[in-house]
């Protein structure tokens, strides 16, 4: 099939950085197939992922999901014209099975290999849903591993880091309130539907980095976590019940609005108007109401993939290894590694 | 019929292309070693074993499509390493659409030690007799498993600290121990170096000379995961 009848090169991509096991196949900005096994109900009773767990999920999970994702778009591995894997930044064991796999197929298959950057993955997810990405654009990626603002001028080459999480990931931060409030591991889901009873102004939880000397678009969650916990400690020691649906909604309220505002006026100080959602907590219907809002009072177009597309998967690493082959970008070497801290500026790994 | 043999269960990686003539001879002497390489590889055996599969093959003479089989160590050995390898056969295996079949590395090297003892004109090397099987398992431990006179293992592999592995009764009831050497001290016992390869590899996968399908190629962990449920939730508020 000629790339122009498909609509782009089909790209095979795999996702290991963490506890999802995901194989997405693309054609371009088309999605083919988006196969995902998440070993994530094994963490629960540890309180959070296990890296040993997951690296032994994603190798238990890695070919059949594979063939999923095959079967799901009606293409064998033969078929694409590259493989593109994450090489970074992750959980080191967890990349490994990913970029091994990634690199045998390739290698079998006489097809080029991309180690692509996961957080620049996330941004180019958003080509699958709305299409070509605008550019220039600011990204918030916020997940359990990363909390992000970035400055992407060309995503298959160009991306600089305007902040990121000092401590806790946002998501992070969801999960260890979520503990104290007796609520399951991962605690985003929980909390978000908690705090639709609640109210959000019941208690002013501290907004961590936002003073006027902090630095403008770092963030901090790891202050914000410990006053949740202190406040629900001081009534549990009076003995008084604990307004959970409050206390989840303020804490929300907290995280949401720190990471719009400061999302909002790294725009607006770049003069750019394009602003991309993406990272797990990006299904936080909070934080999605309240970018939107944020963003239209500030003339700002948003842009948001579907919370299927915002969490870990092999779709968005496949949708960037798509872009690499279109911009010509060469390839990676055969003695691709993994590494636990990918800066975000290499979109991929160099040959 | 040509195999892609590899192993990533100790700091070495092994990689090697073997030929088995039709029909099958039994013992090594039979098996043809087209091509080898054994790469002291620290903690990238990703990057190691990547870049030498296309070596092999080139120095063996064919390409990717000539492989029957792969044959790959299963372990024991330190997960992230020993993952790289088991991930690696099991994904070339169905990318070429050949069967991949897994081995204990202890195995591996007990079955080319034996093969070798037997070669040597004088027998210097080894009477005949068991012996036990030493790899680093790091954390101060190591894996080891023990060997009748026929190279068969009869226990193990286990993983243990070294003082523990020397106070069992029957531990060196051979005399002979062969492996990882940096554990000659904490065994009170000369280890004789010896490392897992491709023709061992390829002789411990009896199904693959059998013609039987391969069993499921997962990794010998021997450990769970270091990973313990959260206890009490601690507090943040000093009391
Ligand atoms: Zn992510």
């Known amino acids: ?351 | 019929m040509l195999v892609l043999a590899l192993d990533t269960a100790t700091p070495t990686v092994v990689l090697g292309v073997v030929e088995i003539p039709s029909p099958a001879e039994s013992g090594w002497y039979g098996l043809g070693l087209r091509a080898a390489r054994s790469v002291p590889s620290g903690n990238r055996h990703a990057e190691t074993l990547g870049a030498r599969i296309p070596d092999v093959l080139d120095e063996g003479g064919i390409g990717m499509t000539d492989l029957s089989a792969i044959v790959a160590g299963l372990g024991p050995g330190p997960f992230t390493g020993l993952r790289v390898g088991v991930v690696t056969a099991a994904a070339l295996g169905d990318a070429l659409g050949v069967p991949a079949y897994g081995v204990c590395t202890h195995d591996a090297i007990a079955i080319m030690h034996k093969a070798l003892a037997g070669s040597v004109p004088d027998g210097t090397i080894v009477p005949a007799q068991g012996f036990a099987v030493v790899t680093d398992a790091r954390r101060k431990e190591c894996y080891w498993a023990d060997y009748d006179s026929s190279g068969i293992r009869i226990s193990g592999p286990h993983v243990e600290r070294p003082a523990d592995v020397v106070a069992r009764p029957n531990w060196r009831r051979h005399g002979l121990v062969i492996g990882d050497s940096t554990f000659s001290e904490a065994l009170e016992t000369e280890v004789v170096p010896a490392e897992p390869d491709p023709m061992g590899l390829v002789l411990a996968a009896g199904g693959l000379t059998a013609g039987e399908l391969p069993g499921p190629i997962e990794p010998l962990y021997l450990r769970r995961p270091d990973a313990r449920p959260p206890s009490a939730r601690k507090l943040v508020t000093p009391r």
């Open chain 1, 1 to 351: 099939m000629a790339d122009q009848l498909r609509g782009g090169p089909l790209v095979l991509g795999i996702e290991t950085s963490c506890d999802e096991t995901g194989v997405g196949i693309v054609a371009g900005h088309r999605l083919l197939a988006d196969a995902v096994a998440s070993s994530v109900d094994e963490h629960a009773r540890f309180g959070g992922v296990v890296p040993e767990v997951a690296s032994r999920a994603h190798l238990e999970a890695m070919v059949p999901t594979i063939h999923r994702a095959c079967t799901e778009a009606g293409v064998t591995p033969s078929d694409v014209d590259a493989i593109a894997v994450t090489a970074g930044p992750g959980l080191t064991g967890a990349l490994l099975v990913g970029v091994a796999a990634a690199k045998a197929y390739a290698l079998a298959l006489g097809k080029p290999l991309y180690g692509v950057n996961h957080l620049a993955a996330h941004v180019a997810v958003d080509i699958l849903e709305h299409g070509p990405l605008p550019q220039p654009a600011v990204a918030l990626l916020v997940s359990g591993g990363h909390s992000s603002l970035l400055r992407v001028d060309d995503i298959t080459g160009s991306i600089t880091s305007l902040g990121s999480t000092i401590d806790d990931a946002a998501g992070e931060a969801f999960d260890k309130v979520a503990r104290v409030l007796g609520l399951p591991f991962p605690g985003g889901p929980h909390i978000d539907r908690l705090a639709r009873a609640g109210s959000a102004e019941a208690i002013a939880f501290p907004r961590g980095l936002t003073g006027p000397r902090d630095a403008p678009y770092d963030f901090s969650f790891s202050g914000l976590k410990s006053a949740v916990a202190r406040w629900v400690e001081r009534l549990e020691h009076d003995g008084a019940p604990v307004p959970v649906a409050d206390v989840a909604a303020s804490f929300q309220e907290a995280v949401v609005d720190v990471l719009t505002a400061k999302a909002v006026r790294a725009c607006r100080a770049a003069g750019i108007q394009h602003l991309i959602l993406g990272g797990g907590v990006a299904a936080n219907s909070r934080l999605r109401t309240l970018a939107e809002s944020r963003a239209a009072a500030n003339g700002l177009l948003l842009r948001v993939p579907r919370p299927g597309l915002c969490t870990d998967n092999g779709a968005m690493v496949a949708a960037l290894g798509a872009l690499l082959v279109n911009a010509a970008v060469p390839a990676s070497p055969a003695d691709l590694g993994a590494d636990s801290s990918l800066p975000v500026t290499l979109v991929s790994v160099p040959a």
